[in-house]
């Protein structure tokens, strides 16, 4: 009976950490995906001609590259900077919904929702 417990006081905990009310205070536009892919293929052809030192130039002439492809093919995501209620600020992708600055949203599991 005392397991039952500690697992049923031990779940609330998780689901009230997993719901947080937040403020959306700043947009940007993200390109992880793009720098990421151009980085690594950089990387990739700059070892095969250069060595270690092509590796390092490769990397970041392709995550640049690839970040402005994603960003000329319309690709861009966007990330929006939350305040939540104990008045931690932190990065949040956001693919799928819009936000305005101000806007009260729902912080659940690195997802942002509508209040």
Do not use: C, I
């Not at 940007?28 to 250069?50: D, K, P, S």
């Not at 970040?67 to 104990?86: C, I, L, M, N, P």
Request: aromatic share 6%; net charge neutral.
């Amino acid at each position: 009976m005392k397991h039952l417990a500690l697992l049923a006081f031990t779940t609330g905990l998780l689901a009230m950490q997993s719901l947080q009310a937040a403020e959306v205070v700043a947009e940007r536009e993200e390109n992880a995906v793009g720098t990421g892919f151009g980085g690594l293929t950089g990387l990739m052809v700059g070892a095969a001609a250069g060595g270690p030192v092509g590796a390092v130039v490769g990397a970041a002439v392709g995550g640049w590259s690839g970040a402005q492809v994603q960003r000329a093919s319309g690709q861009s995501g966007t990330a929006y900077r939350v305040r939540d209620e104990a008045g931690e600020e932190r990065w949040v992708r956001s693919p799928q919904q819009r936000f305005e600055r101000g806007q009260q949203v729902d912080l659940r599991q690195g997802r942002l929702y509508s209040h």
